[in-house]
């Protein structure tokens, strides 16, 4: 479910460069069900999207790169797991999980745009030029990752939750999150 929808928002938002709601629902799975489940759907969700997509395939070692990359949504999504306590206010909380998307998002950017350059020889102050032109794209893919991660992930939160509550076989959810529980959103 989770990588289906990962590919389908990619695909729907593909006129909007570097806007994804991808990383959200990465890090949700994470968040939700464990780094496994993340990290499966990272590496779902980029194995599909990089090599049928309409901008043209990945190759190979790009795609390893991207899939590593896309990593950094899972452990803030361990991290935000293991931070989750009733008492923490519904706008402390997005503001947290906004940071740690914006935060996410130059991490990734940064990896994916300095690491190539890096393994074919280039030095650093080079390939650290070579980021300037990918700015308003990396600009567009923090703030989109800070807004989405403020505010939708929250509501896809709780809503997988009152899902997952319902399968009485399964008790590895987190602990309750308070007011981000299915029956105050």
Known sequence: ???ALAIA???ALL???NVKLMDSIVFICALTFGVSAGASVAALTWLVYGTVN????DSGPFLLLLIASEMV???FGYLARRMLTPDQSVPARSLLWGSFGLIGAFLYDVNTILTPSLIIGQSLQASLVEMLPAAPFM???EISDFVFFATVAPVLYASVRKVALRQKSYVALPPSAGAL???HV
């Not at 309409?54 to 395939?57: F, H, V």
Request: glycine share 4%; charged share 15%.
């Open 1 to 3: 479910m989770f990588t």
């Open 9 to 11: 928002t990619d695909y």
């Open 15 to 17: 006129p909007l460069a």
């Open 54 to 57: 309409p901008l043209g395939p």
């Open 73 to 75: 949504y899972v452990a």
């Open 139 to 141: 600009l567009a893919h």
């Open 181 to 183: 529980e299915p029956e």
